[in-house]
């Protein structure tokens, strides 16, 4: 048995698009660390890659977009899920490449049964960033933990990874920045409602009550508590969105603090940080706060 | 004399591409509100729209991306720049508009001599964001403020934009969130680097010592000291990123805080807000501290 020589980020020589035959043609190509399981990782350095092979009813395959379910909880012989999926292992370390901004390599199967499926063998999709991480119950019951990938457009930005990073680590200065050079790995979305909210607290953070001073006056960010967008669908307007400080609106997201429906704000611990400031003419959606802890609060606990 | 009926966002019925006469067409299809100035602003609702017309030799057009140089402190006959320029009027609603996040209609004019204005009168090219504000020497001496603009591809997500803010503020619900409802005003871009440098403060802020706790731990954001990218050009190593939670994230990148030559960190007023934390194998690079403080800090004052 060989030492795997999978990394993170794209794989040089191997391009969007083409095709291998089995799991051990994606192993050998360093395209995935394993020929079962579908999320590829390791401890320290988060998911690499991910097969999609059609385990799930429920996975949306829209190409640039993807919902992926996560890893556990199922029976090994009917398929159902007969326990909640926990944020170990496979689901950890897709959360960990989510929190540093890692991208992860999409390969898709032919059993996956989309129109952006290959007909045989399995097929190299090119890289996605983690968008979001929520849970919901599976149709069976049980929880599982639920991955929204979205497409990167900069597939060669970030080869090859680890000798770059012990460069970086080094001190030694990276090739001259290229115009994509690196990806998005979080983006704060405005609409003409979040800048009505923007306005209407004159940039003050609903949570914490501070501001962000800058040479423009107070920065804020407008979020929304249901969020927008496949397949959460939150709509957009003022009962569903809050004025909060970038540090809040990540707090908010990535589901550490919630809003019980006295719209007090609780920390993971359930522990009350504080009460919602918030304006008469602002009402606040419960049915969003609720959709908001019971899908995106703790994801991941 | 009608009032102008010109708003913020899309123009109904007019798409990129679109040809007009002159100034006065401009004006009469509701694009720009001025037959003379750059910049189409008001007080409340910051700038609207720009036309490129060559009127800086140092600007720059590269289609998806421009670097547009504000308005002021030029001799009227001979167009040398014979005063700082100052954040006020067109420039500060530009600077609100990016505050904000709300989109800009850039308009060229045949005299704009790139490659994609027209041939003769003006053409509209679509929507864009501000992406950042600095200012620099002109080539004459005295200060200009420039702008970079950076290309939305969903032209058609905000319109018709004053209708729509109105029901927001009603509490009206907007129509269900399209996927691509309003447009990016703030991305956080990772590198192999910025990877690097959360990792090495696990996740704490170099500013502020604090965290932003979320079920994976820690989140914290890589922040270039001199931006990367056109123009500023900075490297993408190790002594050129801090790690930082967002809210001093946008601090930094936003010209609130600056470094001075011992690391201290200081605020608008010259005063110093705490030292920056720093690890002895995190060289920082005191070029790119400099660039900062004469470029991007206080852009705006």
Redesign the interface.
Known sequence: MTISAVGV?PVTGVRAGDLFDNRKALMAANLHRFTQQGISWTKTAGADAIVLSGGYVDDEDLGDEITYTGEGGRDSLTGKQVKDQE?VRGNEAM??S?????PIRVIRGASHGSEFAPQTGYQYGGMYRVDSIWHEPSIYGPRIIRFKLVRLDDDDA?SP?EK??QR??D????V??Q?R????????????????V???YEGRCQICSGT??????P?S?GAHIRP???PH???????NILCL???D???VD???VFLDDDLAVR??DGQTVTQLTRRD?H?IDMESVRYHRDHIF????
Chains 1, 2 share one sequence.
């Open positions: 980020g944020m959360q960990r989510f929190q540093l901004g890692q970030w990874y770059v990073l970086a680590l001190g030694q200065p990276m001259a920045a115009r050079e690196g990806f998005v790995s979080r983006v704060v979305r405005d609409t003409r409602v979040t800048i009505a923007k306005t209407m962000v001073p800058t040479p423009a006056g920065y960010e927008l967008g496949r669908d939150g709509a957009d307007h003022l009962p400080c970038p540090n609106h990540v707090s990535r589901g550490a920390n993971m003419a009402s703790g994801s991941a606990d």
